[in-house]
């Protein structure tokens, strides 16, 4: 029963580099999100996929693309890494549609440093 | 302002208290309300969800909404150390798939 699973879960990068942070789940959710979360600042939402075949930006998607690959996986890529991308990245799903809002599940998270 | 506000805390209670945790938020349209709790490098687990207002209760915790205030509460009973941990808030709108969080409070239940 795995839930939601980030990989990795540490990264360091150095400025300029790009890299992609892979979340899969297995509880058949429509929808799945990025969150980056910083100190003071909670969880602010990357990018979002409403259903399979669907992104959205979120409140902070400069400098992020993200890849609904299928309904269980979902990525994100930093194309070219800076210092103040450095943070926690949470992916999460939720069976949200239909008109009732159902709450999300969050993987453990990646933590990524960039230099 | 933000659409969810949260004191960040330090909270720090003795093991058995009632804690009060709370948030306020801006958008009348929020109608879902969600608590989760954080514990120290792992991601946020959901504990309570409730729509519109009114109270829920699960074992030792109750979330309240309070509508014509904007204001959501999590009580927790007979508080343990196993409790410590941050607690955020979240709600979202009906049928709109984004969920706005607040930024997290921090308990420390005290042995």
Redesign the interface.
Known sequence: NAGVTQTPKFQVLKTGQSMTLQCAQDMNHNSMYWYRQDPGMGLRLIYYSASEGTTDKGEVPNGYNVSRLNKREFSLRLESAAPSQTSVYFCASSDGGGGFNQPQHFGDGTRLSIL | QKEVE?D?GPLSVPEGAIVSLNCTYSNSAFQ?F?W?RQYS??????LM?TYSSGNKEDGRFTAQVDKSSKYISLFIRDSQPSDSATY?C?M????????Y????TKLNVKP
């Open positions: 949260q960040p879902y969600m989760y490098r792992k991601g946020p687990e959901l969800y955020l979240a979202s709108r009906y049928n709109f798939n984004k969920f969080f607040g930024s997290g």
